[in-house]
């Protein structure tokens, strides 16, 4: 299921961020990005309460219930594809009067892998067994606290969105590149401000950095494959930084007047990594050829 649930976002979601850049006057586009990513991190709130709410249903009859909003979601967005028709118009060629990314769109890629796998330690289920276990909190409970944690950081995200329309794209990219690069060091540290700063800080860089990214390969001639390019690397990146949480997450804790997860502090070369490529990113870099 999970599979197949995976290959058939993969199909929808980028369509739906290409869709929605496209049809965005530039000016607010990545705050008009943001929304969408805000409105998706409020049904997660809504899918945590759900899934608390609705434990005694059974696997079963949650999975009709999630099942029935998977099919409501496809057809607004099938309806919203027939209204939005005329104005979809996919960049086939490269002109030297239209829009040009204001940042380097490599660069954009690779700082989007480097964030996507430090920030898988905040999604999937992995995530509910280290702060349930780390915290000693019951599963309906780490629903509840994580679902707020994504909503509030997706809410405050749109203020940076916000400056990066009317101020500079560069800045808030190294802005985030820094809280998500050592977001997991203070995750790693088991008390329950440092756990839920550090989720909190990594889902607000990357809900921030999201709409960015957008914006910018927007711009870019082949707009269509940039974005659909952004999710298929986030995608494998969050993938292969889950399956590094997992299977460090048997190398257990040290301590060194606090107690540390060592499965976190594997993520430190990778922030590393993210924290310099974010030092490079300069406004109205020369784009090259993907």
């Known amino acids: 299921i999970k599979l197949l ?4 976002n993969g199909i929808s979601w980028p369509m739906a961020q290409f869709v929605l850049a496209v049809t965005t006057p530039k000016e607010i586009r990545a705050r008009v ?7 998706g991190s409020m049904a997660s709130l809504l899918g945590n309460y759900v899934y608390a709410y609705t434990v005694g249903l059974g696997l079963a009859g949650q999975m009709w219930i999630s099942s029935a909003f998977f099919v409501l979601t496809g057809l607004i967005m099938l309806l919203s594809y027939c209204l939005l028709f005329d104005l979809i118009t996919p960049r086939k060629k490269k002109t030297t009067d239209g829009e040009r990314p204001s940042l380097n769109p490599r660069r954009v890629l690779t700082i989007a892998s480097l964030m996507a796998v430090i920030v898988a330690f905040t999604s999937g289920e992995i995530t509910y067994v280290y702060v349930s276990e780390a915290l000693g909190l019951s599963k309906e409970r780490t629903a509840v606290l994580l679902g707020w944690t994504g909503f509030l950081s ?14 500079s794209e560069a800045k808030m990219v190294k802005l985030t ?11 790693s540290i088991k008390t329950a401000p440092t756990v839920f700063l550090g989720i909190f800080l990594a889902l607000f860089a990357f809900q921030s950095f999201r709409p960015i990214s957008r914006k910018v390969l927007a ?3 082949r707009s269509s494959l940039a974005i659909g390019g952004v999710n ?8 292969i930084g889950g399956m590094l949480f997992g299977l460090a997450y048997s190398l257990g804790e040290v301590h060194l007047g606090l107690t540390l997860n060592l499965a976190l502090l594997a993520f430190l070369p990778f922030s590393i990594g993210l924290i310099i490529e974010g030092t490079r990113v300069k406004d109205s870099e020369r784009p090259k050829l993907l």
């Open 33 to 39: 990005t943001a929304v969408y990513f805000f409105f």
């Open 5 to 8: 649930n995976g290959f058939l």
């Open 232 to 239: 298929a690397v986030q995608n494998l990146s969050t993938f």
């Open 177 to 187: 590149a820094l809280l998500a690069g050592v977001s997991p060091i203070l995750a």
């Open 154 to 167: 997706a809410l405050l995200s749109y203020f940076v969105s916000w400056l990066a329309d009317v101020r």
């Open 219 to 221: 711009s870019y001639h």
